[in-house]
């Protein structure tokens, strides 16, 4: 979801909203209520889900039998707070907001 449609759908401020991602390439923000990160098998299939961000992981925004965003596997943590991680993927950098 973008912000556009958060906007639409839940008002001005996606006050619910628990996490908030953002591209930093475009400014693309997404919002979300639920993340996990994902870490991937040999054949690029799901193998299991974690609390935890780490190198080689995907970031997925409300997890369920689908999802609102994924990202690709991550290759370098650049800064992490409690509420708070940049990280960089294979084709994006990105920073995630807990709100």
């Known amino acids: 979801m973008d912000?556009?449609?958060?906007?639409?759908?839940?008002g001005e401020t996606n006050a619910h909203?628990?996490?908030?991602?953002?591209?930093?390439?475009?400014?693309?923000?997404?919002?979300?209520?639920?993340?996990?990160?994902v870490e991937w098998n040999e054949n690029g299939g799901f193998k299991?889900?974690?609390?935890?961000?780490t190198i080689g992981r995907s970031l997925i925004l409300d997890p369920r039998m689908s999802f609102t965003w994924l990202t690709t596997s991550?290759?370098?943590?650049?800064?992490?707070?409690?509420?708070?991680?940049?990280?960089?993927?294979?084709?994006s950098n990105y920073?995630?907001?807990k709100i």
Request: hydrophobic content about 30%; overall charge positive; charged content about 40%.
């Open 3 to 10: 912000d556009e449609m958060g906007k639409l759908l839940f």
């Open 17 to 37: 909203m628990k996490y908030k991602l953002v591209r930093e390439r475009d400014g693309l923000t997404h919002y979300a209520n639920k993340i996990g990160w």
């Open 48 to 53: 299991e889900k974690y609390d935890e961000p």
């Open 74 to 91: 991550i290759t370098e943590i650049v800064e992490q707070r409690d509420n708070y991680i940049k990280f960089k993927t294979r084709n």
């Open 95 to 97: 920073v995630l907001y």
